[in-house]
């Protein structure tokens, strides 16, 4: 390993141990503290119904895992990486370029929420460039799982809206207002998200590899 490789690999487990802090007060704010004006937010474990905040413990988890491994001397769970920092990448950009804009920023990086929807996903995918490369590179074929967390997510989202209604605000199971124009226009949105989540994993293979290089 390069003096560049060692570098990148001790700021890369500074972050990884970053992640896992982040996580930790994310969940203890998100348990505790709610602000009587926070949007998006529900009480306590109620809060797991959203993508943000499954996609952060997601990625603490994977960051908890790689570093039991980093302790017994082995290679960080690559895909498990990329599948974390895309997803926690989706979280940040939809915020970022839907709900903040639709709701207000302010309210949108307030407690938990600064956490999950901001600092969390930019040490994440920042933690995932810095990681040193596999022998023979990050497969492209694993950019395309990434969207398997989303998928999961959209199905029992969209089921739950067939099954039992979307319901009256604030006891909507329409919670992000993907349907408000109809199921169809939803089915359409949640196929686009899919599509940025791919993106963004394409985009920090890319960003990784050339880096590397």
């Not at 119904?49 to 413990?57: A, G, Q």
């Not at 989303?150 to 099954?163: E, K």
Request: some cysteine; proline content about 5%; charged content about 10%.
């Amino acid at each position: 390993m390069t003096d560049t490789q060692s570098t990148r690999a001790k700021v890369a487990a500074i972050l990884n141990i970053l992640i896992i802090i982040e996580a930790a007060v994310g969940t203890v704010l998100m348990l505790f503290f709610r602000d009587g004006d926070a949007l998006l937010a529900s009480s306590g474990v109620e809060n797991l119904k959203y993508f943000t905040v499954l996609s952060n413990e997601f990625c603490g988890i994977v960051a908890v895992w790689a570093l039991i491994r980093a302790v017994r001397r082995k290679a960080p769970p690559m895909l498990m990486k990329l599948m974390a920092a895309a997803a926690v990448g989706l979280t940040f950009l939809t915020v970022a370029a839907f709900l903040g804009p639709l709701y207000g920023h302010r309210f949108m990086y307030k407690n938990a929420n600064l956490f999950f929807h901001l600092i969390l996903p930019l040490t994440a995918m920042a933690e995932y460039i810095l990681l040193p490369v596999p022998k023979g590179g990050v497969p492209f074929k694993w950019t395309l799982l990434t969207m398997i967390p989303v998928f999961l997510y959209g199905s029992g989202y969209l089921t739950n809206i067939l099954i039992n209604g979307t319901g009256v605000w604030p006891d909507t199971n329409d919670f992000y207002g993907f349907v408000n124009w109809g199921l169809p226009v939803g089915i359409v949105i949640f196929a686009g998200i899919m599509l940025a989540v791919w993106g963004i994993a394409c985009a920090l293979r890319a960003v990784q590899g050339r880096i590397t290089k």
